[in-house]
């Protein structure tokens, strides 16, 4: 019976099949042939025979005497998501069922945040890629992710985009990729569901690429490719090259350098770990030093208590008192973090920190008061008039150095805070006409001074005498007298 109903599908497809819903690159579906069975839905049939019976019931199926995909009547396995129940080709055109399994396919991985194509969020758009291709089964052996390489060995292009070229992928799609059956419209739901996922900046890195994931048909039309597309945003998200390998290892080195920059957060430390093991098993690669590195990364946190219980950690590993390996390390550091984190005591500082922060606090109250106070001495002083500097000149006015004019000999004039009056005869003064700081009317009329005249002496009495008289003491001259005794030495006593 199902051997029945899959042979009905196939002949169903090859009338009128299609790729997308709205009837985009649909095969000829003439009535002439409809009675008649296409070469290509045998092979189509025969490719889902290929498949074992463990995996069709794994992807909601079942072997040739099995029950229908889904589960049947008999009451066989049913599938784990819809999508791995609906099996064969299908039909958009008059099948409602099949129109939403396209839409919920090619929905947009992450509904808040698009790929923009940076290495940052590169490990988060891989993994939710591989839970859309888990519901829809483009990742169980037999699925469209399962890609040949030259040599017939097959790589899952999820987890190891690396260990394949973009060439061996086209020259596998273009076995499928345009002949309308199910394998080629899974290729399209994933570059559907790519497309969608990436934001502006991200389709303008992929799009200047078209042509690595753009696949001729005939000489003038071009279809998308699913798993080009996806190595594409692989490679420019996420160096792809020989010199990965070298990088990766070179970052794993340098765990210790990483932390820091992420404000030591430990759960952001682990993704990035994580993010480069994937990155060398894409590539066929392992590293053998992961706990090493581990242990000096974790080491140079800021939070002393999380350093001192990596130590213990790597002390009962180094005596052989408790062994542990890299995964365990990662998955008990991130639980002390968390634990921390949540009694908020990370990052909380020690006894020694808080009388630091004590005295750092004290002397910055100390400089603030010092600072007021010489704002407020500064203030004083540009309240004080400026001191006159001692015997600074200032330079006098223009009018001073002249007379005013008749009319306005009276009037009054300001300069050095001082009134300056014109003292002449006119205005009442005796100063003959010069600016003077009294006023004209208190002006007193200047007397000369007799000066000496050596004529007068010679022409006039003689030279005023000048005598010299001296007291002298005899009695104290006789007292002085000069010369001094001295002792003589005998020998006779």
């Known amino acids: ?9 196939v002949r169903r ?38 498949i074992p019976v463990a995996n069709d019931r794994a992807i909601g199926g079942g072997d040739q005497d099995g029950p229908a995909p889904g589960g049947g009547e008999n009451g066989g396995p ?10 064969g080709t299908l039909q958009y055109a008059g099948n409602k ?29 891989m993994k939710n890629l591989g839970e859309r291709a888990d519901e829809f089964g483009w990742s169980t052996r037999g699925g469209i992710l399962h890609v040949p390489k030259a040599d017939g060995t097959m790589v899952n292009l999820l987890t190891e985009y690396g260990s394949i070229t973009l060439e061996e992928i086209e020259i596998h799609e273009r076995s499928y990729w345009n002949n309308g059956y199910r394998k080629s419209q899974d290729d399209r739901m994933l570059y559907e569901c790519i497309m969608k996922s990436l934001s502006t900046l991200g389709k303008a890195k992929v799009n200047i690429h078209s042509s690595d994931y753009k696949l001729m048909s005939g000489q003038y ?29 070179q970052r794993l080195a340098t765990l210790d350098l990483y932390l820091p920059t992420v404000n030591n957060d430990i759960i952001k430390f682990n993704m990035h770990v994580k993010m480069l093991l994937e990155g060398l098993q894409a590539r066929g690669e392992q590293t053998l030093d992961l706990l090493t590195n581990l242990f000096r990364g974790y080491m140079v946190c800021s939070d002393k208590e999380f350093v001192k219980y990596i130590t213990d950690l ?24 968390k634990i921390m984190v949540s009694l908020e005591k990370w990052e909380a500082p020690t006894q020694v920190d808080e009388q630091i922060m004590a005295l750092q606090a004290k002397i910055s109250d100390m400089k603030q008061k010092l600072e007021t106070k010489k704002k407020r001495k500064k203030d004083d002083d540009d ?23 008749h009319d306005k000999i009276n009037e009054t004039k300001h300069w050095n805070k001082i009134d300056w009056h014109w003292c002449c005869e006119a205005t009442g003064g005796h100063c003959g ?25 010679s022409s006039g009495g003689a030279a005023p005498k000048i005598e010299l008289k001296t007291a002298v003491d005899e009695e104290y001259l006789a007292g002085l007298t000069g010369g001094y005794e001295s002792d003589v030495y005998s020998t006779s006593e």
């Open 314 to 337: 790597e002390t009962d590993h180094d005596m052989e008192n408790r062994p542990i390996t890299a995964a365990k390390l990662m998955k008990l550091a991130e639980k002390k973090y």
């Open 383 to 405: 309240r004080k008039p400026a001191p006159r500097k001692k015997n600074q000149k200032q330079e006098r006015p223009d009018w001073f150095n002249h007379a005013p004019p």
């Open 1 to 9: 019976m199902v051997g029945t109903r899959r042979s009905a599908d």
């Open 78 to 87: 049913g599938s784990l998501t819809p999508g791995q129940a609906t099996r």
């Open 13 to 50: 497809t090859a009338e009128g099949l299609r790729l997308r819903p709205d009837g985009q690159d649909s095969e000829s579906s003439s009535d002439e042939n409809s009675g008649e069975e296409e070469p290509e839905a045998e092979a189509e049939e025969e490719n889902y025979a290929e």
């Open 433 to 457: 006409g010069v600016w003077r700081a009294h006023k004209p009317k208190d002006c007193k009329p200047f007397k000369k001074k007799n000066k000496f005249d050596p004529k007068k002496r």
């Open 221 to 249: 039309n071009r279809y998308p490719s699913g798993l080009c597309l996806l190595k594409v945003v692989v490679r420019e998200s996420y160096l792809d090259s020989n010199a990965t390998t070298g990088m990766l290892r």
């Open 97 to 125: 069922q099949h129109y939403y399994l396209f839409r919920s396919a090619t929905r947009r991985l992450d509904e808040e945040t698009l790929f923009d194509c940076t290495s940052d969020n590169f490990y988060q758009f």
